[in-house]
């Protein structure tokens, strides 16, 4: 590992230490595969909780970019553990992080890990999945503003070694912008995400099998956050947001919701209408991408041309020169 690469991703010296790092929950070497090869053109990072939602987001992003793709062959799972999955789709991988802040912060450290042995560069991360609104109609897609924990402060508390850590949750603003230009089909909305320690109490529902306050508690409480600026709860947040600063990779948000907190606990969708709300903040990023791979061939496109055009125009004033001195040359020894 080149010790100038350190900053990207990663900071931590330790690891030019390893021989053969062990990303041992995604079942990947450092050294055991042409990683660079594989995953060096990675742009993208696609990160949500449910392993069947991300085989399916790896086969719905292959179609939305076929146009861009050199292979059809379907996605496969490229993690050799049961515990999450990876699938690369030419410049995207999508993988699952599971429920709740810990099991992101594991998957996330060896995804940042594998991004820098991989050599990736200009990487963008992305959560997408689920949550409860708040003053929201379910189907809304959240893009996340500031990411607060249950006592609405914009960091990620972490104790590390005996002691407690605070790290900041800074979003990148002009990804959200890029992100917001996006949604002009979709509902969305753009507010604080909560994130809590659990599904339940720590969200303040009452049908858990614990709860010892009362509905005008739980009422009181949504409100109250809602009025700060939340617009919806979910369970990953701060993490995913105050790693990825940390990391210095641009990162955004996405999360439809599934109820509106400010009316109910329960979620009650048919099952059609929740599978079609799952797959809006798919939909969101799909364009974001799109657009992004569009814009990136138009650049590429135009500076070709200026090549062609450089190069024509050198060719054209070597053979002026070239014709100027054989005249030159006919005229000072003519006979």
């Known amino acids: 590992m080149d010790s100038q690469e350190t900053s990207q991703f990663v900071r931590n010296i330790n690891l030019l230490q390893l021989d053969n790092d062990v990303l041992f929950h995604i079942g990947i070497k450092a050294g055991d595969q042409d990683l660079r090869r594989l995953l060096g053109d990675v742009k993208f990072v696609c990160m949500g909780g449910s392993a069947s939602r991300l085989k399916w987001f790896a086969k719905f992003i292959q179609d939305e970019l076929k146009d861009f793709l050199n292979s059809e062959k379907e996605p496969y799972n490229m993690a050799k553990s049961d515990r999450y999955v990876l699938y690369k789709v030419g410049p995207v991988l999508a993988v699952n992080h599971g429920i709740g802040v810990p099991s992101l912060m594991v998957i996330l ?162 099952k059609e209408q929740k599978e079609d709300f799952e797959m809006r903040p798919a939909k969101l990023v799909a364009k974001f991408i799109k657009k992004s791979l569009e814009q990136h061939n138009g650049e590429m496109c135009s500076l070709s041309s200026k090549r062609t055009y450089r190069n024509s125009f050198a060719s054209d004033r070597i053979c002026w020169m070239l014709l100027f001195m054989l005249e030159q040359y006919i005229n000072n020894y003519s006979f």
């Not at 379910?138 to 005996?162: K, Y």
């Not at 753009?190 to 720590?202: K, V």
């Open 109 to 270: 450290h060896e995804i940042l890990k594998l991004l820098h042995y991989s050599g990736a560069q200009d990487v963008k991360l992305f959560r997408i999945g689920t949550s409860g609104g708040l003053g929201l109609e379910p189907g809304t897609v959240v893009i996340t503003r500031r990411a607060v924990n249950a006592l609405l402060e914009p960091v990620n508390e972490q104790v590390i070694l005996g002691k407690q850590v605070r790290f900041p949750t800074t979003l990148d603003e002009e990804l959200q912008q890029q992100l917001l230009d996006c949604s002009e089909d979709l509902p969305t909305a753009f507010g604080d995400t909560m994130c809590t320690d659990d599904f339940y109490e720590g969200q303040g529902r009452i049908d858990g099998a614990f709860c010892d306050y009362k509905e005008d508690d739980k009422k009181e409480f949504l409100q109250k956050i809602h009025d700060a600026g939340v617009r919806n709860i979910e369970m990953e947040s701060v993490c995913f947001a105050a790693m990825c600063n940390r990391a210095h990779v641009p990162a955004a948000i996405l999360c439809v919701t599934l109820v509106d907190r400010l009316k109910g606990d329960q979620i009650t969708l048919p």
